[in-house]
């Protein structure tokens, strides 16, 4: 049998190549391969407690929920003044009344529209590379010891010794008048007050409005007070609109007559409320302190408070982040533009590199970039 066993040798070629099958079709893989990524905008990531709106153009604090109660309260005073009294003021009296409160009336609600949408001088936070450089800087000995480095740093103004805290949100010294608000959770350049009746914290950008909208809402007050007064003196008939008004206007312009004088007070003093609370220029520690900021002339100081031109934001809220960036980042480094300078002394400015005198900075080995981005 071994013998009549014929073998043929095969040809390689000659047998036919199987045709790989080609790779099943994901449409929409390919359509997310394709489709670019939109970029991110800055106020996407803002670490502050803010609410924002039209795509960043309009910024609140987050506890804003005073805001509707304020301008309600000014809303239905004036409307119930326009439907029960001027009537019986224009027909007994003058047509001027309702030109005049009209008037009072447009101005107070753009003040405080513009007082509650505009930012008050937010500092933008420092970048990991900006903290680390800091660090650096506070703690330049080397030594790992138990007592923790000193966080403030001092610089002469007018002759004045001024104290600069480190602020730990932030991870950065604060410039001069200002502070960390805790309820928006950001640093506010010429910080006066958080004010919850405009749901904004109220500071360098936004404290023009704020003054001439109490002003203006305490001549509206008093406006709408004389007149309900006048028109219950002179009528027979007891409208139940003008008594609700006198009530809410009694007891409202004392407050905000008040308010009004204390703020005039403090623009021209050229004080922010919260340095006159702390009594930082008023000697109650005991030294013999003066403040820095006052140019020793009320008209001058009430032109640098309320004429000064607007300084520009500094967060960049409408900036786009960079493709590179990841979300970390960019909420640390929340919108770097226009930092180069800070009103220090009323009119006068300098660079924010002056206040910290920043050493340049040391160059970082490429093995350990990973770890000083991270700080």
């Not at 070629?13 to 800055?42: F, I, M, S, V």
């Not at 239905?76 to 009336?105: E, N, Y």
């Not at 009004?260 to 005991?286: C, M, P, Q, R």
Request: aromatic share 10%.
């Amino acid at each position: 049998l071994k013998n009549n066993c014929e073998y043929q040798q095969i040809d390689p070629q000659a047998l036919p190549t199987p045709t790989p099958a080609p790779p099943p079709h994901h449409g929409n893989d390919r359509d997310k391969r394709e489709e670019p990524k939109r970029p991110r905008r800055k106020w996407q990531v803002f670490p502050g407690k803010n609410r924002f709106y039209c795509d960043g153009r309009i910024m609140v604090a987050r506890q804003s929920g005073v805001l509707p109660l304020t301008l309600g309260l000014i809303v239905i005073t004036s409307g119930l003044f326009f439907i029960f009294d001027c009537p019986f003021l224009v027909k007994h009296l003058t047509s001027c009344i309702p030109v005049i409160g009209g008037g009072l009336f447009v101005f107070v609600v753009i003040t405080l529209l513009q007082t509650s949408l505009t930012d008050p001088g937010i500092l933008p936070r420092a970048t990991p590379d900006e903290a680390a450089d800091i660090e650096k800087q506070i703690d330049n000995t080397g030594n790992a010891s138990y007592r923790p480095p000193p966080r403030t740093k001092e610089v002469l103004i007018n002759q004045q010794v001024v104290k600069l805290k480190y602020c730990f949100s932030c991870k950065m010294f604060r410039p001069p008048r200002t502070s960390h608000c805790s309820l928006c959770d950001n640093c506010v350049e010429r910080f006066d007050h958080h004010c919850p009746w405009v749901g904004n914290c109220v500071g360098k950008r936004n404290y023009r409005f704020f003054y001439t909208f109490i002003v203006s809402l305490s001549f509206l007050t008093a406006f709408i007070f004389g007149c309900v007064t006048t028109h219950l003196a002179l009528s027979t008939k007891n409208t139940p609109g003008s008594n609700m008004e006198l009530v809410i206007c009694f007891f409202s312009v004392w407050s905000i007559l008040g308010l009004s004088g204390f703020h005039t007070y403090l623009v021209a003093s050229n004080l922010t409320t919260n340095e006159d609370i702390k009594g930082s220029w008023s000697g109650k520690s005991g030294e013999g302190v003066t403040n820095p900021y006052s140019h020793k002339n009320i008209f001058i100081n009430c032109c640098s408070v309320l004429c000064a031109p607007m300084p520009p934001s500094l967060i960049d809220r409408r900036g786009f982040l960079p493709t590179d960036e990841s979300v970390q980042t960019a909420g640390a480094g929340i919108g770097l533009a226009a930092k180069s300078e800070i009103n220090v002394v009323g009119g006068s400015s300098q660079p924010a590199s002056g206040l910290q005198e920043s050493p340049s900075p040391v160059p970082v080995p490429p093995h350990s970039h990973q770890n000083s981005s991270s700080v």
